[in-house]
């Protein structure tokens, strides 16, 4: 059971145009959610996260939106640029019992942004 | 500085090996965790240690022992692995391990099973 979905596998996208990435999940108990990139053979950065008190937090190129009532959250990067390709993922952790500590992660977006 | 360094980068090892991969953070955080991915899959958490006590076991296999020596080093020991072990084992640490504690990740060690 996939708790945290990606459903696009890749996203292309041309330098200097907005690059939107989406998650959705299906478990009511996450409430912070992050997202991470991953370039090939390294282990992911993290990028910015959400507290579900919130809809929206922004760090410079970067802004992540949640809709809590759909269940899905998304990540603007304006503008994309050539080193943004890398591949995404959304993780979430959820309140509560023994679940601390355990980032739930989606699986992974593929971003290219072409000159 | 988040920095988390991961050694070795790369470990081949037969089914009757017994290896260890090391990990390390001087950032003073107090969870450390140890994840496996697959290619063209997402982490998967292996275990959670806070303060130097494991405190989440995701139903790994006892051929994967881990070991806390302290508070800035984490050890995963191998022992009779299987070629399905083969995978990106990662390595993280976080100031706390609530759940709204960042997790910061090393590049991982390649890790393939003969």
């Known amino acids: 059971d996939q708790q945290v979905k990606q459903n696009s596998p890749s996203l292309s996208v041309q330098e200097g145009r907005i690059s939107i990435l989406n998650c959705d999940y299906t478990?009511?108990?996450?409430?912070?959610f992050l997202w991470y990139k991953k370039y090939p053979a390294e282990g992911p950065t993290f990028l910015i996260s959400?507290?579900?008190?919130?809809d929206k937090n922004e760090d410079g190129r970067f802004t992540v939106f949640l809709n809590k009532s759909a269940k899905h959250l998304s990540l603007h990067i304006v503008p994309s640029q050539p080193g943004d390709s890398a591949v995404y993922f959304c993780?979430?952790?959820?309140?509560?019992?023994?679940?601390?500590?355990?980032?739930?992660f989606g699986q992974g977006t593929i971003l290219t942004v072409h000159p | 500085d988040t920095e988390v360094t991961q050694t070795p980068k790369h470990l081949v090892m037969g089914m009757t090996n017994k290896k260890s991969l090391k990990c390390e953070q001087h950032?003073?955080?107090?969870?450390m965790y140890w994840y496996k991915q697959k290619a063209k899959k997402p982490p998967e958490l292996m275990f959670v240690?806070?303060?130097?006590?494991?405190?989440i076991n995701e139903s790994v296999p006892s051929r994967f022992s881990p070991e806390c020596p302290n508070s800035s080093l984490l050890n995963l020991h191998l022992h009779a692995l299987q070629p399905e072990d083969s995978a990106l084992y990662l390595c993280?640490?976080?100031?706390?391990?609530?759940?709204?504690?960042?997790?910061?990740f090393g590049p991982g060690t390649r890790l393939t099973v003969l």
């Open positions: 993280a640490s976080s100031r706390a391990s609530g759940r709204t504690d960042t997790q910061y």
């Open positions: 478990n009511s108990m996450f409430d912070y």
């Open positions: 959400i507290s579900s008190i919130k």
């Open positions: 993780a979430a952790s959820a309140l509560g019992g023994t679940s601390y500590g355990k980032l739930t």
């Open positions: 950032m003073g955080h107090r969870a």
């Open positions: 240690y806070s303060y130097e006590k494991l405190s």
